[in-house]
T-cell receptor, first 118, second 114 residues
Framework: AQKITQTQPGMFVQEKEAVTLDCTYD???????LFWYKQPSSGEMIFLIY??????QNATEGRYSLNFQKARKSANLVISASQLGDSAMYFC???????????????FGKGTLLTVNP | DAGVTQSPTHLIKTRGQQVTLRCSPK?????VSWYQQALGQGPQFIFQ???????QRGNFPDRFSGHQFPNYSSELNVNALLLGDSALYLC?????????????FGPGTRLLVL
């Protein structure tokens, strides 16, 4: 079973509007971290936002916010006031913090291609 | 503050050859991870180095090996290249003792195997 599922291969949004990119995850580990990265066509993965499984509040970073619904195992990324430069691939990733903290890898979804239209 | 750097940016090799990719971590970071990203896919974890040791490995064959130097920089070596090794190879660095241990990625090396 996939650990990270991004069901939207592509999304379109008008400039200045908000958009939500979906991410669901699967883990039995009670302690984990969720990350969102942006990958422009140049290839570099740019870190956007982090949510820990025990964090009480949803994470926010500027125009980015994470809609974390733990019971539903979803961690959707909300981008407000979209800009043309937001056009890119967006990846959701998870790090499961095994007891003893022996897992360090990030597991990624397949990504969502966001296109911002002028 | 320099970010993660990788070299070379692009590489073309033929089947059976060997390749070495290089990575310098972000200033202050002591941990380096390597990922392979095939076209249209998310990155897949290859391994992570900390204190010059491989401390975790993903599901990759022994043809993939690495090294971390005392200055925390790292190399990824791939032997006996296959066509399927064509991908974007991403290096990520992090600070082991940071609470979130967020991994910051470099621009990647695009490897084409012919």
């Amino acid at each position: 079973a996939q650990k990270i599922t991004q069901t939207q291969p592509g999304m379109f949004v008008q400039e200045k509007e908000a958009v939500t990119l979906d991410c669901t995850y699967d883990t039995s580990d009670p302690s984990y971290g969720l990350f969102w990265y942006k990958q422009p066509s140049s290839g570099e993965m740019i870190f956007l936002i982090y949510q820990g499984s025990y964090d009480q509040q949803n994470a926010t970073e500027g125009r980015y916010s994470l809609n974390f619904q733990k019971a539903r195992k979803s961690a959707n990324l909300v981008i407000s006031a979209s800009q043309l430069g937001d056009s890119a691939m967006y990846f959701c990733a998870m790090r499961e913090l095994n007891s003893g903290g022996s897992n360090y890898k990030l597991t990624f979804g397949k990504g969502t291609l966001l296109t911002v239209n002028p | 503050d320099a970010g993660v750097t990788q070299s070379p940016t692009h590489l073309i090799k033929t089947r059976g050859q060997q390749v070495t990719l290089r990575c310098s971590p972000k200033s202050g970071h002591d941990t380096v991870s390597w990922y392979q990203q095939a076209l249209g896919q998310g990155p897949q974890f290859i391994f992570q180095y900390y204190e010059e040791e491989e401390r975790q490995r993903g599901n990759f064959p022994d043809r993939f090996s690495g090294h971390q130097f005392p200055n925390y920089s790292s190399e990824l070596n791939v032997n006996a290249l296959l066509l399927g090794d064509s991908a974007l190879y991403l290096c990520a660095s992090s600070y082991n003792w940071a609470s979130k241990e967020t991994q910051y990625f470099g621009p990647g090396t695009r490897l084409l195997v012919l």
